[in-house]
DNA sequence: GCGTATATGTTCATTACCGTACAAAAACTT
DNA sequence: AAGTTTTTGTACGGTAATGAACATATACGC
């Protein structure tokens, strides 16, 4: 990509964040974010068609930093990660996310926090799938996916809300009321 | 100025800065500036032809900010203004030197710090030139005014290398070896 | 020495950003 | 409800940034 597209769209990011700090998602005008941002109005709307595109982008950045796997770890001992190590998994997503709460919590805090949490589900949605082929139940894996993949997205709204616990805490948590670990 | 120029200037000063942070001016290539900048080669050197170039820019930046005067601060009470504080004058001075340290420490570490000497005494020499048209003395004007400036220049060098005094005491030092306060 | 790598400048076609103007919708005032 | 202000979204000519290519120069290892 370009590198001034790139900057941009870090500049809009940077700036969206900074206002999420102080002001709710729909009192967040185009004309902050662009001011906030400090670049042309044309130029905004060259990268995002509207506000929701915007949300819809951070997130997706968001979730690309979620859910990357350090790759150099899959080869070092892929033999143990071929095993059944989902809670390492979602530990390690958890602090992931610990990272980035920041900006979660702000966009959780209001209508914004519906979508993010559509978003949310979609990904956990591709996490949980290769997980549950592996187990075997009388209940139909369609319920299970979305019983778990709910159960997590709502574990991690409140504990965005509840900072106190660690991502080890919560994982504990989750597994806790869950029938395989 | 164009948006994007800003912009640009305003990456390579700060990249310039933070090179000088761990290399001397002299083993820092256009080549780092550039990658350190994030920016295209082309760019640089429509903005600055040389590296020389870029150290004077960023120099002029740093005065226009050591020199600034308040403007408010003269409008309300100019009265005082107009009376004998060239003492307040340069206590204000060293304070904003000490604001821009960080760089200047730097840059007068190797070779730049003569051009930075040669562009502050320009400078100095503007200030002092009204004063000393106020004192009265046998010595020609014009010997007075270099051995201020000079004086001043290295002052402010030692102090660069010997922070552990404050504005208010090295104006002090300054004065108490000048005819005149 | 001589080859290789790195740094310096220059040129140029392409592309993203800029700013301004404008129209239409939405929000707020009275 | 009518009028005012704010925000939204689009259009376009002008301008700066880009990257790639190129020639030259400087530095370094063998």
Chains 1, 2 share one sequence.
Request: a negative charge; one cysteine or more; proline letters at 2%.
């Amino acid at each position: 990509m370009d590198r001034r597209q790139q900057k941009t769209r870090q500049a809009v990011f940077d700036a969206f964040a900074r206002l999420l700090e102080r002001k709710s998602y729909t009192n967040i005008t185009v004309q902050d974010i662009i001011d906030e941002a400090n670049i042309g109005r044309s130029t905004f709307y060259s990268h995002f068609e509207t506000k929701d595109e915007l949300l819809k982008a951070l997130c997706s950045e968001i979730f690309d930093h979620v859910f990357a796997e350090e790759v150099s770890k899959e080869k070092t001992h892929d033999f143990s990660k071929t095993g059944n190590n989902i809670k390492a998994e979602i530990t390690h997503i958890l602090y992931h996310l610990m990272e980035s709460s920041r900006y979660i919590k702000r966009i959780l805090s209001c209508e914004s926090g519906e979508m993010f949490m559509r978003y949310f589900k979609e990904r956990l949605t591709q996490v949980f799938e290769g997980e549950l082929e592996k187990h075997e139940s009388d209940i139909p894996k369609e319920y299970m996916l979305n019983h778990m993949v709910c159960d997590f997205a709502e574990t991690v709204r409140w504990w965005m809300n509840n900072d106190s616990y660690s991502p080890e805490d919560i994982s504990e948590f989750f597994f806790s009321t869950t029938p395989f670990k």
